[in-house]
């Protein structure tokens, strides 16, 4: 009897490790949490304590699978499955991704769902595929993973909370993200159809930076030379005004002055305009023996001419 008793009270004896509690339960009925350190329970089956890593960061790898690791939930029996996913247009993509998560809620985790890492992961996969499901391929693959992660821990933590599943979602991370491998190669050739042509229209943005400035600055020259052109004619059309204003004022005064006035300023300026020319009056005939009218003067390039 105090063998068995002393083999009874031994096994009452129990060790919480630091980074986890003990829930307890009596004849199946949950009594309380106990923290780390060395601990005593009711022997013979009375009370039963379950060890639970409450400080402890778990992830479940979706897509993929880490060799060698000891939580039973982090892998998936099919990984190609869960991350052949259809997008928002239509597209085929390979979403692989990572949830990280932790035990909150002791009492909660053990005794609302039967298995609830294995329903979390149901969740995962369903959220992830109805986020990409409302994204395009483009989006997914390159642009779109950050609002993708976003809007799948905030649903995923949503549903969490709502089914006291005594989880707490930290992180959702996408990983490597890229066509299946039946249609990569056409991805491959869309990808350069649209590197080619964003690089075609940069360069057609480029030539349009380089000559509308060019055409701008010429069109600009022109309407401001046809301005100055403009000033300029106006100008001196005031100026003509004027200067006839001038002459009229003073051939109001004295017209015959005026009238000889004018006469003599023209012929000053068309006389230079005529050469070496000699102006005879058709009476004056016995002039003609005078002058040699035979050939070129001396030193002048062209020959007299002789205007009666």
Known sequence: MLLLLAGGLARGVYTVGPE???VIQRFGRYVGTVGPGLRFKLPFGIDTVTIVPVKRQLKMEFGFGTQG?????????????????????LNAAHVEWVVQYEISDPEAYLFTMRDPELTL????????????????????????????????????TKLVHDLRMGLRVQQVQLKNVHPPAA????????????????????????????????A?????????????????????????????????????????????????ETMRELLPRLGDTVIL????????PLLNLGGPAAGDLQPRRTVP
């Not at 969740?123 to 693959?141: K, N």
């Open 20 to 22: 986890s509690v003990g």
């Open 69 to 89: 690791v000891t939580n039973l939930y982090q892998l998936a029996s099919d990984p190609e499955r869960e991350s052949d996913m259809v997008t928002g247009d």
């Open 216 to 264: 701008s600055g010429e069109a600009q020259r022109m309407l401001s030379e046809s301005e100055g052109y403009a000033v300029r004619r106006v100008n001196e059309a005031e100026g003509d005004v004027a200067r006839f204003r001038s002459l009229l004022k003073e051939y109001d005064k004295a017209p015959a002055v005026t009238r000889r006035r004018l006469y003599l």
């Open 121 to 156: 992961r149901d969740l995962a996969e369903s959220v992830m595929r109805e986020v990409v499901g409302d994204r395009t391929v483009d989006e997914v693959l390159t642009i779109g993973r950050q609002g993708i992660e976003t809007a799948a821990i905030a649903g995923l």
């Open 183 to 214: 249609v990569q190669a056409s991805f491959d050739e869309v990808n350069r159809a649209q590197q080619e042509r964003e690089q075609m229209i940069n360069q057609a943005q480029g030539e349009y930076n380089k000559v509308v400035p060019r």
């Open 281 to 288: 009056d058709e009476e004056a005939k016995q002039f003609l």
